[in-house]
């Protein structure tokens, strides 16, 4: 059984388009996070949400919004695509001691 | 502001030479720190991880590091590459009022062989 699962695991889409990335983890973990890997392999911290407090990386641009409809899932819409969201996406949920759980990434590619 | 270095983009080992990713970080506490393999294509894997006590830590496929504060570094090495090794190694300490991962930029491990 996946701990943590992301759906799709590629997403091919135009400029302008407006997308979902969905994840969820059944570990019971109370915190999840979405990373973004660029072209660099560079990984950085976009949103971190627990069931009370989303916090947000000041420079993630607006266009990209979490939900979470429950505990255990926390997708990211993202609106009005451009080139340079391209990259791998990474949920990512905790453990209470601070060990991360990473989802298989989703490779979204914007032409 | 707290930081992760890598300061090796890319190594290349013989297969069954020893290895050592090198790893400092900028950190206000004791730190949680971590390493992680990312194989291409593919998602990120805990290989070991450092939170207190003995600092030597043991992780998976025979890979170690060790804490040393005066340093402000966690090495990780393994004595004998294998050629599955190959991969990207991320070096991260966990950061933040929910303990998110701030990571270094990685190196990308080659094995000759």
């Known amino acids: 059984d996946t701990a943590v699962s992301q759906t799709p695991k590629y997403l091919v889409t135009q400029m302008g388009n407006d997308k979902s990335i969905k994840c969820e983890q059944n570990?019971?973990?109370?915190?999840m996070y979405w990373y973004k890997q660029d072209s660099k392999k560079f990984l950085k911290i976009m949103f971190s949400?627990?069931?009370?407090?989303?916090?947000i990386n000041e420079t993630v641009p607006n266009r990209f919004s979490p939900k979470s409809p429950d505990k255990a899932h926390l997708n990211l819409h993202i609106n009005s695509l451009e080139l340079g969201d391209s990259a791998v996406y990474f949920c990512?949920?905790?453990?209470?001691?601070?060990?991360?759980?990473f989802g298989p990434g989703t490779r979204l590619t914007v032409l | 502001a707290q930081s992760v270095t890598q300061p090796d983009i890319h190594i290349t080992v013989s297969e069954g030479a020893s290895l050592e990713l090198r790893c400092n970080y900028s950190y206000g506490a004791t730190p949680y720190l971590f390493w992680y393999v990312q194989s291409p294509g593919q998602g990120l894997q805990l290989l070991l991880k450092?939170?207190?006590?003995?600092?030597l830590v043991q992780g998976i496929k025979g890979f170690e590091a060790e804490f040393k504060r005066s340093q402000s570094s966690f090495n990780l090495r393994k004595p004998s590459v294998h050629w599955s090794d190959a991969a990207e190694y991320f070096c991260a300490v966990a950061g933040g009022s929910q303990g998110n991962l701030i990571f270094g930029k990685g190196t990308k491990l080659s094995v000759k062989p």
């Open positions: 570990l019971g973990h109370d915190t």
């Open positions: 949400y627990n069931n009370k407090e989303l916090i």
């Open positions: 450092y939170f207190s006590g003995d600092t």
């Open positions: 990512a949920s905790r453990f209470m001691d601070n060990e991360q759980f």
